[in-house]
């Protein structure tokens, strides 16, 4: 059996949730990282699911098989090079996903960053996660990218529980 790799979608705006869930309907695994983001209102305070990362989600299918995907509504094209589609390391799907999961309150979107340290969490329920380390307002930060779509995400993390990767 064949191990499918993770590949990016470009789907219209605001279509992560409805095009990840025929996705699912349809048999395939598909994800579309969100993050809890608080919104001042008039009278009160909101919190709002938001996408991790606007007008893209991620699904693991064959790319020779790719038409069922492309035909699903809500779908732009599949990211890649010209027309062969990109997959994206199975670490950084991993550790998005572990994020989302785990440190839900805590995750936000985060520049692109192409330097800094690599590090790997060693302890805590993050353990394993890989990224890099900034440093923003007197906190650390775990940036975790993916480097197909140039996008990224931070969590807020302990400096004493983390190694450096080289």
């Known amino acids: 059996m064949e191990v ?4 990016a979608l470009h789907v219209r705006s605001r279509q992560e949730r ?10 395939y695994s598909a994800f ?3 993050y809890r983001s608080r919104r001042n209102r008039a009278d009160r305070t909101v919190k709002l699911d938001l996408p991790l990362f606007p007008g893209y989600m991620f699904c693991q299918f064959d790319p020779r098989l790719r038409l069922p995907i492309l035909k699903t509504p809500g779908i732009v094209a599949i990211v890649g090079s010209g027309n062969i589609p990109e997959p994206i390391e199975d ?5 998005i996903q572990k994020i989302t999961m785990v440190a839900e309150d805590l ?5 692109f960053f192409r330097e800094g340290q690599r590090v790997r969490i060693e302890a805590g329920p993050l353990c ?7 440093r923003a307002k007197n906190h650390s930060k775990l940036v975790v990218s993916v480097t197909l779509l140039q996008r990224s995400v931070a969590v807020e993390i302990d400096e004493e529980s983390m190694s450096p990767l080289y």
């Open 4 to 7: 499918l790799q993770w590949y």
């Open 18 to 27: 409805v095009v990840e869930q025929s996705l699912i309907k349809k048999g």
């Open 32 to 34: 579309s990282p969100l």
């Open 91 to 95: 670490i950084e799907i991993s550790s």
């Open 107 to 111: 995750v936000m979107p985060w520049p």
């Open 128 to 134: 394993g996660v890989e990224g890099k380390l900034i």
